[in-house]
Every structure is written in structure tokens, then in C-alpha cells.
């Protein structure tokens, strides 16, 4: 195969995971206590200092699921110890794309046993090597129900030693315990598309982002036809930047940030469809996607007042709402849905 046509593959790849993964909620690196979880079973199973469950897409891994052991300065450092030779403080949960062992257990679509990186020109110099003294890896990658490559289960170890068959099976047992969780995202997103239907249908604009950058994940059709229609996933702020100028995603950042939600009152503007200014409330609420989950998005409904005295309880009203039901769907991320 022309390596040229390989490349545009693998891109390709790189690409689809991506979507699949924002599509999941999976395409940061916030830890998830599901995963942490795995990757602590991982790290016991195979009596490994260091455990992830990684998620890979075309511009970087995202550790979302870690386990390191706690170590001090007085910690011995041994087969024995539980500790390792590096500081813990600073281990990032992301990484670049071509960073480690992780890409090349996806690329090659099976697990990666490196009983001793030493033996391997090719992986001897890798920088995982160099920066955490990792001396033994064992990759396998992580398929969703689906069947695609989200990124890798995978060990190290600071010593070489052997990945026999019954470790090597026991990984690919537990990263099968993750479709489960996949296949209710799955599920749950379904449920999602039917909540947005009735979204679809309401009179004032109304939008969904993800995350502090605030990533478009939907809006309902008043939304387009008022402020504009724009790319599924983009960027907010740079997409929307007449609701920027007027302070719109300052309130979403009070919202996201204080968990509170934040009100911008009062503010005029015109639309596209009704070019004259118009004074419009926006209501920006935080989105969990369970009770007891991190904030992860923000739910914005604009109100036209124009030539009212008051108005807000409306919208506040319907907006908790919202929040009501997305947090008896569940524990997955937003859904993907084009706006």
C-alpha cells in the first residue's frame, strides 16, 4: 500500500474517533469515576503501578480514567513498593497524539505486549520511556459497541516482566466491561433526540453547549433562524460572535463556573429575522447531566421583551425544567445533533 494512502486512512480514522467520542460526551479530559474505576482494576489485576483507560482522537489522548499509587519523597522505589520513580504531581491526564505506546495498539486494531521496550529499536526511544522510566506496556485497545477503536485499556510497568496469556485475556475481559457503559449512551442519546424534538418546536431560541469553551452541541430551530446557523461542535464564542459582543458566553462562563445560573438582561439586538433591534433576556442555566454529576454544559434560553415591563419567570421556569429531565435521563454526555 502507498504509505501516502495509509496516512489519509489512519487521518480518516483519527477523524471518526473524534466525532464518535464528542458524540459519546468522551472528547475531554475530565476524569470519570467509571473509568478510574477500570483502570484501578486493571492496575490490581496485573499488579501494575500504572494503569489508564485512554481515549484517542486525531489531536491528542485523554486519560479519563487513571490510576497511579501515592507516593511521598520517602516512598522506596521497588518491585515490591507500589511506587515510582517519578513525580506523580506532575502527570498530566492528556498527551499528544503520537505520545507513547497507546497509538500504535489502536493503529494496529490489537493488543501491544512489550514485555521489555529495551528489545525494540522502534519503541526504545519513546518518549514515555525517557519521561517516566516505563519499561513494560501492555495495550489493548477499547472498542465501543459498535465495534470502533475509542483508544486502549492499558498497563505499565517501570521493570520488564512478562505479559503472559492469562493477564493478556484478563484485559481484554475488562475492557469489554465498557460496553455496557457505551451501549447506554448510546441508549441515552436516543432519549435525548426525543427530548430535543420538543425543543425543536418552541417559540425562542434555545441552545445546548459543552464545556468551558463552550462547544455548540444543539439549537432548536428558532435558535438558527434568530442568531444564525452554524456547525455542529463549533466553538461558541467564534461562531456566534454578535452574541459575544453583547456578553452572551460571560454569562455562560458565570453559569459553567459558579453553578449557579446567570442571567443577561435586557440587552438589544437585532436577529435574522427581525433585522430592527429588539431586547432580548438571556437565561443561562448549568447542565448536569445526573444530580450528583460535575457541571457540564450550559443551557441558554433567549427571551424576546421587547416592550414588556418585566419578563423572566417564563423562561427560568422552563429552563430548570430542562435540567429536570436531562438529569433523569442519566449519566451520559450531550447528544450530537446538527444545528
Known sequence: ?????????????????????QVLGLNSVEAE????RVARLAATFTRSPLAMVNFINDERQMFRGMYVPTSSPDDKVGPDSGAIAFDLSELSREAPADYGF???AVAQG?????DDVFDYPRFKGNPLVNDLGVRSYLGTPLRDNTGMILGTLCVADMKPRTWDRQIREGMQELSETLLADFKLRDSLLAQQQELFAVFDGAPFPIMLTEGASHLLRYANGKQGQSFGMV??????RLALPHLEAIGVFNAMDEAFHSGRAATLARVRLGTYDFPQPQEF???????????????SGVLTVAMNVTGQAYAGAEQQAFAS???????RLGTSGFPGQHM
Do not use: K
Open 1 to 21: 500500500m502507498d504509505p501516502s494512502t495509509s496516512s489519509d486512512q489512519s487521518l480518516r480514522a483519527a477523524e471518526q474517533r473524534r466525532l464518535r467520542l
Open 33 to 36: 469515576a467509571t473509568f478510574d
Open 102 to 104: 497507546c497509538p500504535h
Open 110 to 114: 490489537s493488543q501491544l505486549a512489550l
Open 231 to 236: 456547525p455542529q461542535f463549533s466553538p461558541g
Open 281 to 295: 433576556d438571556f437565561l443561562c442555566t448549568p447542565v448536569r447531566t445526573s444530580p450528583g454529576a460535575p457541571i
Open 321 to 327: 425544567n430542562v435540567q429536570e429531565r436531562f438529569e
